[in-house]
């Protein structure tokens, strides 16, 4: 496979497949049928994958607690991609979820250079208002990692489990990457797993809505969040071929794993360092005793985190999006007019010739004004449908679907800056 995922850098992906078996990603198509009042991202296929995001779905359909998080490193302006993170956090929170949003200002920092001025008010300013201005609710949380001593404590904690090898196989760090830099990598390991501190209602399921590229940073928290806890479950099998689960003590005192072989019901052996348990008849619960007893000796009994990942915007004159290309992208901040004007001069799937276009039609996949439509202008499917239909078969035009567009995007725009004028109003409900 000719990519390499990098936080850092502008990936593209050509074939989103690959990914299912280069890195372990799962399609999403597998658990849409399960999910009432999909978001327009699930619905159209945006959203192509995921890890774990079926623990995330049982907690949702059976009203348990569970969080959604993600975080925007403030060094750039606020555009389309971003919105469609800020979408999915907003989408779970009203699904129940308990919200967090960080603000990766150390990122920012170490990466880019920013200084923590410009992290600030790049933070509030371009990010934290059009959050709050999509609809995030004030009882979720909005923080800044420099702020959270949550986040740097645990950070600290992770940090002792995690060497330089590991973070240069997964990020390709080189003896040229800063400590910071690589602190950073592991701050937003702590940044994903903190919603499962104690002071949040302890373990739960979190999911973290992100690009594919952002996939390195899950990988690095799910493994962290397995060697931070106690115990280590296997599934074995005697010499008869029956089944039974093996419970390994990773840094759990002996005391630990004695009150558990007298609370499994059952058959269970003690042994040094570990716990048989030879009748479990209900897994989960099994698990939730685990979980309880680990929390009770000091443990975090953390749950790996899951993540769904959505599809790269294109850019508006082909190829890649990028922050530092402003003809590429549409900014939240951009004057309503010009963000029009953006779209009148982007690259379409057209044809030639008009006469072309009529005899062969249009080709809306390739097309960075229909991905437009797509991803954030239009709700109706139906209406997208038809006018994706009139594309390939030649019965519409680019100039229509740029006007189109121009004017949902010029109205969108409009309105948007108005709601963050709004929100600036209402900080102090979200920033205490």
């Known amino acids: 496979m000719n990519v390499k995922l990098d936080p850092w850098s502008s990936t593209n992906v050509e074939d989103y497949s690959k990914l299912f078996e280069e890195f372990g990603i799962m399609p999403f198509d597998d658990l849409y049928s399960r999910i009432e009042d999909p978001h327009r991202l699930m619905r159209r296929k945006v959203i192509f994958g995921h890890r774990s995001y079926d623990r995330v779905l049982d907690a949702i359909q059976n009203k348990r ?39 990766a200002d150390r990122e920012a920092y170490s990466v880019r250079g920013a200084s923590w001025k410009k992290c600030r008010d790049t933070g509030i300013n371009e990010y934290i208002l ?112 029956k089944h039974y689960f093996s419970i390994r003590s990773k840094a759990a005192p002996r005391e630990a794993l004695e009150e558990l ?21 209900d897994f989960e619960e099994l698990i939730r005793m685990i979980r309880d007893v680990e929390l009770r000796y000091g443990g975090y009994a953390f749950i790996p985190p899951a993540a769904t990942y959505h599809r790269f915007m294109s850019g508006l004159q082909g190829g890649k999006m990028s922050s530092s290309t402003p003809e590429s992208h549409i900014a939240l901040l951009d004057e309503p007019k010009e963000g029009a004007k953006k779209i009148k001069r982007a690259k379409t799937g057209g044809r030639i010739s008009l006469e072309e276009q009529k005899k062969l039609g249009g080709e809306p996949d390739k097309c960075s004004v229909y991905e437009l439509l797509l991803f954030h202008l239009i709700e109706d499917d139906q209406e997208l449908s038809q006018i994706y239909e009139e594309c390939v078969t030649g019965q519409r035009n680019c100039g229509s679907c740029k006007n189109l567009a121009a004017e949902k995007m010029e109205k969108f725009l409009k309105d948007h800056q108005e709601k963050r004028e709004l929100a600036r109003e209402r900080l102090d409900e979200y920033l205490l």
């Open 65 to 103: 607690p569970f969080a959604v998080m993600s975080g925007f490193m403030p060094s750039g302006r606020i555009h389309l991609g971003h919105k469609m993170v800020m979408e999915e956090i907003i989408w779970h929170q009203q699904k129940g979820a308990d919200a967090f949003v960080g603000i």
């Open 130 to 241: 059009s959050l709050i201005a999509l609809g995030f609710e004030p009882h979720g949380h909005i923080y800044f990692q420099s702020d959270s001593n949550n986040v740097k404590d645990l950070s600290f904690e992770l940090g002792s489990k995690v060497n330089y090898s590991e973070l240069s196989a997964i990020y390709g760090f080189t003896g040229e990457t800063s400590v910071s830099h690589m602190v950073s990598a592991v701050t937003q390991s702590a940044d994903i797993l903190h919603p499962q501190l104690e002071e949040y209602g302890g373990p739960k399921p979190t999911v973290v809505p992100v690009g594919a590229d952002q996939d390195p940073h899950i990988r690095l928290t799910r493994g962290l969040g397995h060697k931070m806890n106690m115990f280590k479950i296997e599934g074995r099998e005697d010499k008869n071929g």
């Open 261 to 281: 072989a007298d609370q499994i019901p059952g058959g269970t052996k003690l042994f040094e360092g570990h716990l048989d348990v030879l009748d479990a008849e």
